[in-house]
């Protein structure tokens, strides 16, 4: 019987040293998480219709599905936070708000 020793440090998934599953680095907005925000659990729960919508940047993490965690650019200057679940394709079910919004924001905060 051979035993081996692995190494106890995550596998980094690129060289901007993120680890595999870990958030993505901050994209700016398109087509991707605008579709996700279109979805109307999404803007009923932020009281907007998605022309209001001005997604500032995001990030990404693969789980049981997608989870973003979005910067949104509010019309008075300041920033909200909010993490979107997108679902597995095989659910059906449309993507959705996890958790409270930050509101009151500045474009420097970062996702916490």
């Known amino acids: 019987v051979t035993s081996r020793t692995f190494s106890s440090t995550p596998y980094m998934a690129s060289s901007t040293s993120h680890l595999v599953g870990g958030h993505s680095d901050a994209k700016p907005s398109d087509d991707e998480i605008m579709s996700v925000m279109a ?58 708000i996890l958790g409270a919004v930050q509101d009151g924001l500045s474009a420097e905060d970062t996702f916490s």
């Open 39 to 96: 979805s109307p659990r999404v803007l009923e729960i932020l009281g907007m219709d998605l022309d209001s919508v001005v997604v500032h940047s995001y990030t990404r993490q693969t789980v049981a599905g997608v989870k973003y965690q979005v910067k949104l650019a509010r019309d008075d200057g300041t920033f909200s936070h909010l993490s979107v679940i997108k679902p597995l394709p095989h659910t059906q079910e449309d993507p959705f």
